[in-house]
């Protein structure tokens, strides 16, 4: 083996140790927004654009109509949405301004729900109350997991209530079941993804959204409503 011999077989031996390094170094999926802190994923400014898997085909117009910013639950921007969790405020009566009060309290920014619905006592009986991290588009504060999936990409609605031994009233039901289709067809979000705040891989045990209430939303009937909404689509 001469100089130049040694000198290639190092040069390739360098090579291949680089170009190891570098596939050993690709980042994780950029795509995958979870790991990026809350405060990166307020849109809170961000402008309504046309959604982009519309014109690809991926959502249907119908979808897409849905998201017209006339409806009363529209709200600029577009916050990658992937879960519906359904919590009950664990006290007779409620609203949304009373759970502001509540959770600023407790140092937090704002209420930690994006929407309240009202059971008669603190609201209209079915009121559906947009709280105001909604309009913002801003995480949640509702559901805590290890690594904030549930809170940054977790819709939080609260119905007022105790439902461990009884269920919400018919009026909270329906609104309830109308927010929820309305939240699926816009974002995108498939039936398994409608939980409670129990079902959530959470850090502290809860029984949110109450026992009774909880085998509701896992019953056959609410489970057909919901695929009824995706496949409506
Ligand atoms: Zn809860």
């Known amino acids: 083996m001469n100089i130049y ?12 140790v680089v170009l190891g390094i570098l596939i050993g170094c690709t980042p994780n999926d950029q795509s995958d927004l979870s790991y990026l802190p809350y405060t990166e994923l307020n849109f809170a400014a961000a402008p309504n654009i046309p959604d982009a898997r519309v014109s690809q085909g991926i959502l249907s117009k119908k979808s897409e109509k849905s998201k017209n910013s006339s409806h009363k639950w529209a709200a600029r921007g577009n916050r990658p949405w992937k879960y519906i969790i359904i919590h009950h ?13 509540m ?7 704002e209420m930690g729900y994006h929407f309240v619905i009202n059971n008669g006592r603190g609201g209209t009986d079915g009121k559906v109350e947009v709280g105001s991290r909604w309009r913002k588009q801003k995480w949640g504060a509702h559901t805590k997991t290890p690594n904030n999936e549930h809170n940054n990409f977790g ?9 461990m031994n009884s269920m919400p009233s018919q009026k909270q039901l329906a609104a309830m079941r109308e ?9 995108d979000i498939p039936p398994q993804n409608v939980i409670a705040h129990k079902d959530a891989p959470i850090l502290k045990p809860t029984e949110c ?8 939303v ?10 009824h909404y995706t496949m409506a689509r």
């Open 5 to 16: 011999d040694v000198t290639a077989l190092v040069i390739s031996l360098a090579m291949v």
């Open 89 to 101: 405020s664990a006290t007779q009566t409620g609203s949304a301004k009373e759970f502001d009060k």
């Open 103 to 109: 959770h600023r309290r407790k140092g937090w920014d």
């Open 155 to 163: 819709i939080g609605v609260c119905l007022v209530g105790n439902f």
């Open 179 to 187: 927010l929820v289709e309305y939240l699926m067809i816009t974002y």
């Open 209 to 216: 959204c109450g026992k009774t209430f909880h085998r509701y």
């Open 218 to 227: 896992h019953s056959n009937s609410f489970r057909r409503q919901l695929n």
